[in-house]
Every structure is written in structure tokens, then in C-alpha cells.
């Protein structure tokens, strides 16, 4: 009999491309990985990986293996969904990822809506950025993930991953209520310090490409994804920023200056979950309490 433990880090392999970004992903050291691995090769009587090099690669026997492995992990989760459904009360513990802004927004009023409708259920919620939450998805640190796309920049399918979708959410230019960007649209913003999340992810991309649309490179002064922080830099002053709707669901923008954007762009939040997880209710439940929140937000 084949073992699930190992089957799952060869498809782990198979995605993450080293044993070194296994081994990262799942907190176990490289060799304990390859141990797995050589005594799974035992297990199947076949030869699973070839040296290349300083690294490894899956032979076609362990391809062949990994399909398989993909059907069988979702038939499990599909097996796990039916046996929840048996049961007449939501309960056990469901872990999400989340980014910033629906932690801020809807998290709350979702998790009040989850504590009066099933009180035996335990929610765990890690504060994530989406990419990092959809990998630990499919390696099972997560059961549900929260995740977000930006107009022009859409994201590949994760293989083995059910989205559902959440909501629409307008991206709007915040400039400060006073001083000389306050009155300004963006094409006026060429000199502008702007805030923008640090690095190449998606909201940092999107907002790059907006400034470059409108005639620009913007003067990025500050660099951070924490959306609170960007809106202090705008409402004192030292900052201009594009930020979602979203964060305004429970609170006023207070001084800050928000403008419509051209075209009114809008950035696709959803969820996602292992494929054969959907039946969940406990992924149900929380579907449904985070469907309620952004109703009661509009």
C-alpha cells in the first residue's frame, strides 16, 4: 500500500521544482524529504527521481504517480466533506489565509456572524499575502484561502484549487485633504511621493502600471503593504495612494480625498479551496457568513 504522507511530497516535488523549496514549504529538513522519497520508491518498486546535476527530477514513472495522486488527494477531501455532511452541527477548526483588507473589512463581521449561527465551529485566520496563501492551500497548511486579482493582471489557475467568487472591489486614488496634491487626478500626479506595496506582487504591479498609463513613473517614497500605514502617509500629507473600497466598509476615509479612477477599475476578490473541499461545511459556513458581510457592507 501506497503511503499518502509520501505520494503528497512527491507532488510537492513536482510543483515546488527542488527539495530545498519542499522542505521550506513543509518545515521538514531536505534530507528527511529525500528519506520519504527513496522509501517511496521502495513502495512502488520503480525508479522516481534522477540527479541532474546539484538537483533532482521526476522520471515519467513518478509523473505518472503524481496524476494519480492529484485524483486521490481530491477524493479524500471529498470523502472528509461527506462525512462533516453526516453530522448535524458545524464544528471543528477551519484555517484561512486573508490579505489586509478583508481582515480589516469583513473578517470581523464574518467571524460574529460564524459565532452566532455555529458556535462549536473554530476559525483560525493567518494574515497572508495571497500568494504565499494559495501555495500553503495546496500544501495544506490552509483550508480556505482568500485571494485577490487586479484589472490586466490575471492570475493562472492553481491545478488542485476551487475559486469561488466574492465580491468586485473599486480601486480609488487617495490623495491627502489639504496641500499641493490635494485636489489633483492622476495625470497631475508626476511628482507626487506615492506609497505603494513593496516588491513585484500584484497590487504593487497594478498600481505601477496605472501611473504608466497615465504618462508616468511614479515617486515611490514609501513601500509598504500595510494599508493602514498607507492611509496615514495620505491623510498627513506625505503620500498619495490607490486603495480599495473595501477598507471603507466599517469606517469613514475621514480627511482623505478619494478620486475615481479612469475606467473605474475594480480588483476580483474570491476564495479558494482544495478541489473536493467545497462540500465542506465548515468551508460553507464561512462562504456563506463572508457572502453576508460584504451584503451588509454595500
Known amino acids: 500500500m501506497l503511503d499518502i504522507h509520501r505520494l503528497r511530497l512527491l507532488r510537492e516535488l513536482d510543483r515546488r521544482g527542488t527539495l530545498a523549496a519542499v522542505a521550506r514549504a513543509l ?36 509523473r505518472i504517480l503524481v496524476r494519480h495522486t492529484e485524483a486521490i488527494l481530491e477524493r479524500l477531501e471529498l470523502a472528509e466533506a461527506d462525512l462533516a455532511r453526516s453530522m448535524t452541527e458545524v464544528t471543528g477548526s477551519l484555517r484561512v489565509a486573508s490579505f489586509q483588507s478583508v481582515m480589516l473589512a469583513l473578517v470581523p463581521s464574518a467571524l460574529s456572524l460564524l459565532a452566532e449561527r455555529h458556535p462549536a465551529l473554530r476559525v483560525q485566520i493567518t494574515h497572508c499575502v495571497a500568494a504565499d ?33 466574492l465580491s468586485h472591489d473599486e480601486m480609488r486614488l487617495a490623495v491627502p485633504p489639504g496641500g499641493p496634491w490635494s485636489r489633483s487626478g492622476l495625470a497631475d500626479l508626476a511628482g507626487a511621493p506615492f506609497v505603494i506595496d513593496p516588491g513585484d506582487i500584484a497590487p504593487a504591479q497594478w498600481a505601477r502600471n496605472m501611473c504608466r498609463s497615465a504618462g508616468f513613473e511614479p515617486d515611490v517614497r514609501f513601500s509598504s503593504g500595510d494599508l493602514l500605514l498607507q492611509v496615514r502617509l495620505v491623510e498627513t500629507g506625505h503620500a498619495v495612494a490607490f486603495l480599495p473600497d473595501l477598507l471603507w466598509t466599517d469606517r469613514s476615509p475621514g480627511p482623505v ?28 459556513a464561512f462562504r456563506e457568513a463572508l457572502r453576508d458581510s460584504v451584503t451588509a457592507g454595500r
Not at 475615481?260 to 462540500?279: E, N, S
Open 257 to 284: 480625498r478619494l478620486h475615481h479612477l479612469p475606467g473605474r477599475p475594480r480588483r476580483r476578490l474570491f476564495t479558494g479551496v482544495r478541489r473536493g473541499a467545497g462540500g465542506q461545511p465548515r468551508v460553507r
Open 27 to 62: 518545515s521538514y529538513s531536505p534530507s528527511a524529504i529525500s528519506q520519504q522519497l527513496t522509501q517511496l520508491e521502495a513502495e512502488t518498486g520503480v525508479t522516481l527521481l534522477e540527479h541532474v546535476g546539484r538537483g533532482v527530477r521526476l522520471t515519467e514513472q513518478a
Open 133 to 165: 496563501a494559495v501555495a500553503g492551500l495546496v500544501a495544506h497548511d490552509f483550508d480556505l484561502v482568500l485571494g485577490e486579482e487586479y484589472p490586466g493582471l490575471p492570475q493562472p489557475r492553481t491545478p488542485g484549487v476551487d475559486e469561488e467568487d
